[in-house]
């Protein structure tokens, strides 16, 4: 099975068009274990944008095994706004960030019906200079 990265990255890349994640994904899509709606998808996507922009993703590696598709990638962006991590919110510190994130999707009829998404959360959040956020955290 093949997935379209070019169009996947696209998507990401413009969260305005919510169309285009439901051409993309199943409705339902299971996001690390939960049923989600493309639009939330979008909506994801959106928040991301108002908190890190002049965003880029730089492909490291794929590999496909049946119906499964892992996708290895960097983003990086600048923290222009306030950014959802596990820690709370964190306020733009204006900084360069640069997150090593692994997709592994489920393909089925032309459609991500599952992506297991793992992200580098603590070296972003130090990357951009939030440390304080973690030491707080006692």
């Known amino acids: 099975m093949s997935l379209d990265l070019e169009r996947l990255m696209a998507v990401w890349d413009e969260p305005g ?3 285009a994640f439901v051409r993309l994904y199943a409705d339902p899509v299971i996001l690390n274990g939960v049923a989600t709606p493309p639009a939330a998808l979008a909506a ?3 928040g991301l944008h108002a908190a890190i922009s002049e965003q880029s993703r730089e ?3 794929v590999f496909t095994a049946g119906d499964r598709v892992a996708v290895a990638f960097v983003l990086r962006g600048r923290h ?3 950014l959802g991590s596990r820690l709370g919110p964190m306020p733009a510190s204006g900084a360069v960030l640069e997150a090593s994130v692994i997709d592994l999707f489920t393909v089925a009829d032309g459609k991500i019906t599952e992506v297991r998404a793992v992200s580098d959360e603590l ?3 130090l990357g951009a200079g939030l440390t304080a956020a973690i ?3 006692d």
């Open 135 to 137: 030491n707080r955290r």
């Open 17 to 19: 068009n919510a169309e």
């Open 44 to 46: 994801m996507a959106r």
């Open 59 to 61: 492909i490291l590696d």
């Open 80 to 82: 222009t706004g306030t």
């Open 123 to 125: 070296g972003l959040l």
